[in-house]
């Protein structure tokens, strides 16, 4: 009975060590367990197991200990680019921002077409005060092309967090082929149709043949689509359709232009479009 409480209080202290230093369990990983046997353990599982301590370190306000459980990956795959961006998200919880973009900077020059590294990046330039370079670098998540959906999607929400529209509107139309049942990209596309067929500069840079096009019906239509893939947003997007009655809103770039020409719903000192 003793050695079984003496047995069940070790394994206690020892989780309570790998809880409480989680870098120094998965190192003893690396110096303690012989050579020979390390590859009977999946570097899969040991990196799981790391990172979920390392979470757990954060959600508990212990952010360093998670930094130096990145470290140790780090140190052993000093080529991926996923566990700086897992350090700098530590750094930020420990308050440390400008450390944490260092630490970002080292994951993007990793994988600099990686548009989701890139928004972290200019948001935080953006928290710390560093406007002018965070749009810098909006500017180059806007010139990235990539078929991959995650990739494109980032890219296509910051064309349309940017208002560039027409980018937004390419990016969304190749989603929606890509992730046909994904609801939310046929609604952000429905939602950047609308916007170029009521601002009236929205599409001034759009091609002839596009200012010509009947945006209205693909954008009812992406609606619908939308409330079939997602039922239980269909209330909210019910009220998108019903607020864009084809009585008021135009149904082409050129139609919407005409109209702002003809009677001229421009704000005070604005020049009319066009001639």
Do not use: C
């Amino acid at each position: 009975m003793r050695l079984g409480r003496l047995t069940i209080g070790i394994l206690l202290v020892v989780l309570v060590l790998i809880v409480l230093m989680p870098a120094t369990f998965l190192q003893a990983t690396v110096t303690v367990i012989p050579a020979q046997y390390q590859n009977m353990i999946p570097e899969d599982l040991i990196q799981n197991m790391g990172t979920a301590l390392a979470e757990f370190s954060v959600m508990t306000a212990r952010p360093m200990t998670a930094v130096s459980v990145y470290d140790f990956f780090i140190n052993k795959h000093p080529d991926k680019a996923d566990f700086y961006r897992l350090k700098s998200e530590a750094l930020i919880s420990a308050g440390d921002d400008v450390g944490a973009l260092q630490v970002l900077d080292q994951a993007i020059s990793l994988d600099p077409s990686n548009p989701l590294l890139l928004t972290k990046k200019a948001r935080l330039l953006i928290k710390i005060g560093k406007s002018s370079e965070a749009e810098a670098v909006f500017s180059q998540i806007l010139q990235i092309q990539t078929d991959k959906p995650q990739y494109l999607s980032v890219v296509a929400d910051i064309a349309l967090e940017k208002a560039r529209y027409l980018d937004a509107y390419d990016r969304y139309s190749i989603l929606v082929n890509l992730t046909p049942t994904d609801a939310r990209n046929w609604e952000k596309r429905s939602d950047v149709i609308f916007a170029l067929l009521t601002i009236p500069t929205a599409g001034a840079n759009a091609s002839v043949s596009l200012k010509h096009t009947d945006l209205y019906t693909p954008g009812i239509k992406g609606y619908e689509q939308a409330v079939r893939l997602d039922p239980g947003r269909g209330d909210g997007i019910k009220t998108k359709i019903e607020k864009r009655s084809d009585e008021y809103v135009a149904r082409t770039i050129q139609e919407l232009e005409d109209r702002y020409r003809e009677f001229r719903y421009l704000q005070p000192g604005e020049k009319p479009l066009g001639p």
